[in-house]
């Protein structure tokens, strides 16, 4: 038999309980993929079926289930290591790509051996952006203008929006510091330099650490809008909510201390802490008091 082609590309999803969404994903990969690719799936201990039904429907996939929840990064790192292609691309299971997505995304970095990562125009259900997409990275006082919302006011200030890069036209590729772990393809031997993801995080913050860490080592991060894909986000349930809320704020913290608290002083760093786990107080009490979306519907 002929020699299979090693992937260009590897598909990297880490999924739990989420398997019409997952199937879906990998649908939209492999029919968007025009090189060599391979997907790689991360099960952190689902209980809907999911191993079993991506083995039946993509063969080709190969699919590592672990037997707890791991966590994003942990679970990603396991299949990093499996990983073959020059690129790899990390995938939400609840993203779908359009056609000619990983192609263009490939080609960025194939044209661009100075970027370590590229990432698509990433929409949400309704039609708007999703805001992660492209990204500077978390200082104190971008997390200001955010919590006194001076970034909503004003999206399109190279100073109070510049979080999510709104003065920067979307239709035009250009630099970013980061992405977001739903879509975005990093160069491997980039990953390979600085390193996997860090484990202390849970569930939120690894892509930007990541980000960080392979702008220090001197990569680049592009913003791709050619490439396009759509985030299907849906409302999570009240409890779902809590736990995401509390580890969206815990790596804000994390990634703050790791990164930027020695250049801070004490009564800084203590100001960035109330700043941030007091968001995490006005998110519950508000949360608390509407009525729970998905209880309704």
């Excluded at 993929?33 to 799936?41: G, K, L, R, S, T």
């Excluded at 772990?181 to 995080?201: H, I, K």
């Excluded at 592009?222 to 779902?240: G, K, L, N, W």
Aim: glycine share 8%; net charge positive; aromatic share 10%.
């Amino acid at each position: 038999m002929p020699e299979l082609a090693k992937p260009v590309v590897s598909a990297l999803v880490v999924s739990r309980n989420a398997k019409d969404e997952l199937l879906q994903c990998l649908k939209s990969f492999f029919a968007s993929a025009d090189v060599p690719v391979e997907a790689i799936v991360v099960d952190n201990n689902s209980s809907d079926g999911s191993p079993a039904a991506v083995t039946d429907e993509f063969p080709q996939a190969t699919v590592l289930v672990q037997s707890k929840n791991l966590g994003y990064g942990r679970a990603a790192n396991i299949g990093l290591e499996r990983c073959q292609g020059r690129f790899v691309l990390l995938l939400s299971p609840n993203v779908r790509l359009d056609p000619q997505c990983v192609g263009r995304l490939a080609d960025l970095l194939l044209t661009r051996p100075d970027a370590g990562a590229a990432g698509p125009r990433l929409l949400l259900p309704d039609g708007g952006r999703d805001p992660d997409a492209r990204r500077a990275f978390p200082i104190p006082s971008t997390l200001f203008y955010q919590t006194v919302g001076l970034s909503r006011l004003f999206p399109r200030s190279s100073r109070f929006g510049r979080h999510n890069m709104g003065h920067l036209p979307e239709s035009d590729v250009h630099e970013m510091d980061a992405g977001t772990a739903a879509c975005l393809m990093l160069r491997r031997s980039a990953l390979d330099r600085v390193g996997f993801f860090d484990p202390r995080y849970f569930m939120f913050g690894e892509d930007l650490d990541l980000c960080y860490r392979l702008k220090l080592g001197g990569w680049k991060m592009f913003y791709v809008p050619t490439a396009s894909a759509i985030h299907q986000v849906r409302p999570p349930s009240r409890e779902r909510q809590r736990q995401i809320s509390y580890e969206r704020h815990r790596a804000m913290w994390t990634y703050h201390f790791k990164h930027h608290s020695e250049d801070v002083s004490a009564f800084g760093n203590g100001l960035v802490w109330a700043q941030i786990w007091g968001r995490y107080v006005a998110e519950r009490v508000r949360d608390t008091v509407k009525p729970d979306k998905r209880a309704t519907t």
